[in-house]
């Protein structure tokens, strides 16, 4: 088994261009998750059964099918019914946001779910509108809570981004498959971007570990 | 000032309030004792209709509740309450725990919730724990937070459920020397408690509820003195 360092040296400005997209990816995936995560959130424990079901069945069905189903649904197949162009960026982002906003509904759902019953009800209690009360007391508290899970959620979506590769976009996993074409070195190539892969998720594990125990020190 | 006609509250098939009448005028100081599960708490939470009841009315100063034209967030203002667990906001500082609701629901300026605040925790004798947050309070402090938060919406009713019984006893003074405090100032309270001592100096009229019914009412002297009912015998000698 031999594990030549002068390949790798090699390609290595080549693989590191694909952490920039896989990362770029990641991050904008995770922002808009964050952002519709917390609607299907508030729409699943909300009164209102019109708003409560389709929440329900969008978090069924993206956790329920596999993330590989989906990108080639948005990019394949919606295009035939839909009539848009496909387009790598576009629908390897709109996959991996929706996919993203299903992961983190459940985890905003189970942080609000988390804060007493007796915080809603002290703050409607002076008055506070349903709103106001969410705003105001119950969701300060729960994105608190929310941390922790948040960071294992991105540092998940970080190693499921390689999934957008099938559909040609060149992030860390494209190119290592481009590595391993074009020098016909495959262990190279995949035990390199596995090792680039660790070293983020590893890296941003720590980081995730460091906001936990600041919150740990906190209040409440 | 609060009228309850033939409230009814049924959880399921369980029937925990069953047909409760009672009026409290302006002023008067009304402590309801009973034993557990006969629907006080219940019965206390309907009159901001935190529990919607399942039938029956409640008219809080003229308003009645539940009808198509009142919004309960307003007459909710109007009702202050205060909760055994204290269901203080872990978050917010002491002093922003009694200043939030003045700010967002009646929309008063910065500084004038913050004066009134300080007025009202130098009152329930807190004026010093204004930067802390709950978490660094004792229970009697936080339930005296809970008091003055409940109070910065300058309500016409106070409710209490059972403020005093999450507390360890040499704290449970403090709590009850500042609803009595409250009382003497003419606020109309409605206290679910087991302080039989506070019932008999500071109540008006103190009711025994059982079986989500009203069995007595009177005044403390009638209540502990002349018991009309063998019931209230009854648990008054396995409570006093």
């Known amino acids: 088994m031999t594990y030549s360092v002068e390949i790798v040296a090699k390609y290595f400005p080549f693989l590191a261009k694909g952490i920039e997209v896989t990362l770029v990816f990641t991050v904008i995936a995770f922002i808009v998750g964050l952002g519709l995560g917390l609607l299907v959130a508030l729409g699943r424990v909300g009164r209102s059964p019109a708003l409560r079901y389709p929440c329900i069945w969008y978090t069924n069905f993206i956790r329920g099918t596999p993330l590989l189903a989906q990108v080639y649904l948005i990019h394949f197949g919606l295009p035939q019914v839909l009539h848009y162009r496909p387009n790598g960026v576009v629908d390897a982002l709109v996959a991996l946001s929706l996919n993203a906003g299903a992961y983190i509904a459940e985890i905003w759902r189970g942080s609000i779910e988390s804060i007493d019953r007796g915080q809603m009800e002290a703050a409607r209690s002076l008055g506070m509108t349903y709103a106001q009360a969410m705003r105001e007391v119950v969701l300060p508290q729960a994105f608190r809570r929310a941390i922790p899970p948040l960071g294992n959620e991105f540092i998940a979506l970080l190693k499921e981004s390689a999934l957008v590769s099938v559909i040609g976009l060149e992030d860390l996993m494209m190119r290592a498959n481009m590595m391993a074409g074009r020098s016909f070195r495959p262990f190279e190539a995949y035990f390199t971007v596995a090792l680039i892969y660790l070293a983020l998720t590893l890296g941003f594990a720590r980081v995730v570990n460091h906001l936990e125990g600041r919150m740990k020190s906190g209040h409440s | ?240």
């Open chain 2, 1 to 240: 000032m609060v009228i309850v006609e033939n409230l009814h509250k049924d959880f399921g098939t369980l029937q925990v309030l069953r047909g409760i009448d009672l009026q409290v005028e302006k002023g008067q100081v009304v402590v309801i004792i009973g034993p557990s599960g006969s629907g006080k708490s219940t019965f206390l939470r309907c009159l901001n209709y935190l529990e919607k009841p399942t039938s029956g009315t409640v008219t809080i100063d003229g308003v009645r509740l539940g009808e198509p034209g009142t919004d309960i967030n307003r007459v909710r203002r109007t009702v202050g309450m205060v909760f055994q667990l204290f269901n203080l906001f872990p978050h917010l500082t002491v002093l922003k725990n009694v200043t939030l609701a003045p700010r967002k629901v009646m929309g008063m300026a910065a500084e004038a919730a913050d004066e009134q605040a300080m007025e009202l925790l130098s009152k329930v004798g807190l004026a010093d724990k204004c930067d802390q947050y709950p978490s660094q309070l004792s229970g009697g402090q936080k339930q005296r937070v809970a008091i003055a938060r409940a109070l910065a919406m300058r309500p016409k009713v106070m409710l209490f459920d059972e403020p005093t019984s999450a507390l360890d006893p040499e704290m449970i003074g403090e709590v009850l020397g500042v609803m009595k405090a409250l009382a003497q100032e003419g606020m109309t309270m409605i206290v679910v408690s087991h302080e039989m001592g506070f019932a008999r100096e500071v109540a008006d009229r103190v009711v025994l509820m059982d079986g989500g019914l009203i069995l007595e009412d009177g005044s403390p002297a009638e209540f502990f003195g002349n018991p009309r009912h063998e019931r209230t015998r009854a648990f008054l000698s396995r409570v006093l």
